[in-house]
């Protein structure tokens, strides 16, 4: 009998979705622009408006790689939707995405090639974050240094961000518990992360590139929906151009090199990146 299942994908990407509706449009881009093509992407809802249900009803029209999930509001914020993504999923990496944030047209490109590089379970890019005041900066660390890790998980400290994570689906089902609500004072992703740099047998990587944007929610509770897509659409527009990207990432590091103290824990493992945005500076 002939075979009829779908090849298993390279990558499966996971986007929880809540209220912020038209954003979602500008993520979804960002992944149908990807220079490597071969995904399946999960919308993972948790009690979406009936605009999101709009506008996933015509991108899984258009596009028979999008799946949407329905889901009603969970008690928590979404993590039980992010993990029954996971277990819905097919690809061999998971990768996730901010319904409201976007990738570079090479963000997928460059996660294969550091995960098949490193051997990786798990790997990040550098985190791009423009804040709610409009200013952007990259936070840094290595997690391939157990002094990162540590840091990580014995400090409220972040600097991994959810959309420049990849990791193999097989090493997800290896963890004790997966996506869940975290512990009170607890980012949920911190808590996720750490279950993973618990586990002595897993291996990890971050790779010294910005492949993502990611708008951070702090500052923009009070920005209509309608503003915040606008916002989505013009950060895409500027990954899309690549010099002006390219210099805004200069911009950023140089940012976070005046305001290193604030990176301190793990400054000194991109101690040659700070001094290059330094000696810019002084140039």
């Not at 980012?187 to 291996?203: C, G, T, V, Y």
């Amino acid at each position: 009998m002939k075979d009829l299942r779908q090849p298993m994908p390279l990558f499966s990407v996971i986007i929880p979705t809540f209220n912020h509706a038209d954003t979602i449009i500008w993520a979804l881009k960002s992944v149908q622009e990807q220079s490597m093509q071969d995904f399946e992407v999960i919308v993972a809802g948790d009690g979406v408006p009936d605009r999101t249900r709009d506008i996933m009803k015509r991108f899984c029209a258009e596009d028979d790689r999008i799946r949407f999930i329905d889901n009603p509001k969970d008690a928590g914020k979404g993590e039980t939707q992010r993990h029954n993504a996971v277990l819905a999923s097919n690809g061999v990496y998971i990768a996730y995405l901010g319904d409201d944030d976007v990738w570079h047209s090479r963000h997928l490109e460059v996660m294969r090639s550091g995960m098949e590089e490193t051997g990786a379970d798990f790997c990040n890019s550098l985190n791009f974050v423009v804040d709610g005041a409009k200013e952007a900066s990259i936070l840094t660390g290595d997690i391939g240094k157990k002094f990162c890790r540590d840091t990580l998980l014995n400090l409220k400290f972040n600097f991994v961000g959810t959309s420049t994570v990849v990791h193999k689906r097989s090493s997800y089902h290896q963890l004790p518990r997966g996506w869940e609500p975290a512990p009170k004072g607890v980012w949920m992703d911190l808590h996720m992360w750490r279950q993973w740099f618990k586990e002595a047998n897993m291996h990890f990587a971050s790779i010294p590139q910005v492949t993502t944007v990611h708008l951070d929610s702090p500052g923009r509770d009070d920005m209509s929906v309608e503003d915040r897509a606008e916002e989505s659409e013009y950060w895409l527009n500027i990954v899309r151009d690549q010099p002006v990207f390219a210099d805004l990432e200069i911009q950023a590091l140089r940012k976070s090199a005046m305001n290193s103290g604030c990176y301190r824990p793990v400054m000194h493992h991109f101690q040659h990146l700070y001094q290059k945005a330094q000696t810019e500076l002084r140039a």
